[in-house]
Structure formats: structure tokens, C-alpha cells
């Protein structure tokens, strides 16, 4: 039997009547994959045994659809619970319907009757003062929890950036567990980049149809034929595509772009010198007739030809 030790940090705060601070000497349990199999009956596949077992602070799960992602995500959050008296575990999704679908997988595996957290409703008490608690990704209304344990976001793909920079904080006071799951939907988001950035301290999984050992052969190749190869390869194979909508494919942009290269030197443009610029014409607008006076030819007065004598003084007096 494995033996795992998890040492969790102190938080002296009380988290309410009757509840335990979440303790700071190191837990030796059985190992999530055995803990799971012993108590529920719940037989892990390889890949299964590997994700339940990680033991890593920032977790990405890129995985096929009907992997059973949401169920070993559930048992992972399960063990956690039981195993860190007085922690809370949070999972978000994209709607709140998929929120309480975890929960139920959640609730399947208890043995005994719990209750529900004070702070929301969707959610289950353990006895000893830990929740478990699911939440809509909604902007409005994520905000609020802290001394997170383990924060998990399921199908991250579908849930905005906004919702990923608001619950991050969460984890801050217990220095709390990050696991990011989802089936890849285009070539943006957080998850996107997160999985593209090699640099952020993250352990990677990324299961496909193929070794899920659950999915025959002739259920892929009729969803192959139905889906067509790019959908197939986005739902089955774990491929990240461009969307409908992205115009230029995210690894043309990456590979027009060279770091290594230095970068042009900036030159400031200075303007020729002029000895007088001229003055700009003033604008016309569009109503005012032109001024064609200065093209007219002037009158002549009269007295100023032949056929015109000046008049006389008789008739001037006229």
C-alpha cells in the first residue's frame, strides 16, 4: 500500500461553530487510486491511476470526451476533503447545471448523509467541517471565497478569462491546489495558453479517445465518420483548432514571431526644413458658392468710350 504525505499549512482563522482549522502536521493516507478502489469499488485505468495520484500543486487535464473526467475529478476532490479537516474545495463550471451533476458524483461516493455549506446552497458538509462546494461561472456572483484547498474548473475551455482571474486569488491564504480539466474548444482562453506555456510550473495530462480503454473501436469509427476529422480530432484526439471565426491560425502567428532576433533600432523622423511653408488653403464648405468676383471684368465708367460721352453738368444736376 502507498502511502502518501500531504503536509497542509496552518490557518489559525475559525471557520465557524463546532468547525477544526485545517492542521498543519503532515497526513499519511492511502494513495487516492487505492483509497478509491478500496472504499467504493471505483477501478482506476492507468491513465486514471495517474491523475488521481498527481500530487502537484497546478494540475491541466486535456482529455477526450466520456473519458470520465468529472468522475475522477470528483473522487480526487472527495479524498482531499476527507483527508484535510476543515478545507474547501471549490469547483466551477460553465452552467450551473453541469455544477450539480459534479456535486451528484460527489454525493454517489459518500456513505453517510451530509449537509450542505451555510455560504451556498449547492454544495455538501463533511463531518469534519469540510465542504465541498459547486459554482455557475457567472462574474457577478463567483466572488466571495477564500482559504480555497483545492479549486477546480471543469470544461476550462468554456469558461471565460474573467471567471479564471477572479477565483485564482481564492487559493492564496492556503497556498491551495489549481486543476484546470476540459476537452480543447479552439485556440484561445486560458486553458489554450496555459497548455502552450511550458514556463508556468504546470503537470500535464492529455488522454485521448484511443487510450481510454472504455471506448470500442466501432463507437470511434462511427463518430469519426458522423463528426468529420477536424471535430473528431477536437472532441476525441485533444487537438487544439482555430475556431470558426479566428482568421490566421494561432501557430502561423507563433511561428512569424522570432525572440531570438534583435529587434529593429528605432530612428526618429525629423521633417525637411522649409524656408516658409505655405499657408494651407482654408476648407470650403460645401454650401457657400465660390467667390468668382476677382474673375469678372471690372465696368467701365462712363465717359471712358466713344460711344459713352460724359455726361454734362446739366445732367448731372438731374
Known sequence: MRIFEWPWPVDERSFGDGEQPVVDTPVEMRAPSEWAREEFGFVADTR??????CAAR?????????????????????????????????????????????L??????????????????????????SSIIG????ANTIRGFDNVGLLILDEAAMIDDEIYTATRPMRAVCNGRLWLLSTPHGQSGFFYDAWQDRDE??????????ECPRLTAEFLARE????????YAQEYLCEFLPSDYQMIPSHLVDRAVNEDEEPMEEVEWTPPERDQAPSPAEPQSR?????????LPTRPQRGGHPSHPAPSAEEDQC
Open 48 to 53: 486514471q491511476t495517474e491523475v488521481l495520484d
Open 58 to 102: 497546478q494540475v491541466l487535464l486535456c482529455c477526450s470526451r466520456q473519458w470520465g473526467k468529472s468522475t475522477v475529478t470528483a473522487l480526487r476532490a472527495l479524498h482531499f476533503a476527507m483527508h484535510h479537516p476543515g478545507s474547501t474545495t471549490l469547483c466551477v463550471a460553465p452552467s450551473m447545471r453541469q455544477s450539480g451533476m459534479f
Open 104 to 129: 451528484a458524483k460527489v454525493r454517489k461516493y459518500l456513505k453517510t448523509p451530509a449537509g450542505r455549506d451555510p455560504r451556498e446552497p449547492m454544495s455538501v458538509r463533511l463531518n469534519n467541517g
Open 135 to 138: 459554482l455557475p461561472s457567472k
Open 201 to 210: 510550473g504546470w503537470t500535464r495530462f492529455s488522454v485521448t479517445a484511443p
Open 224 to 231: 469519426h465518420a458522423a463528426l468529420g476529422e477536424r471535430l
Open 287 to 295: 454650401f457657400q458658392s465660390p467667390d468668382v468676383s476677382a474673375e
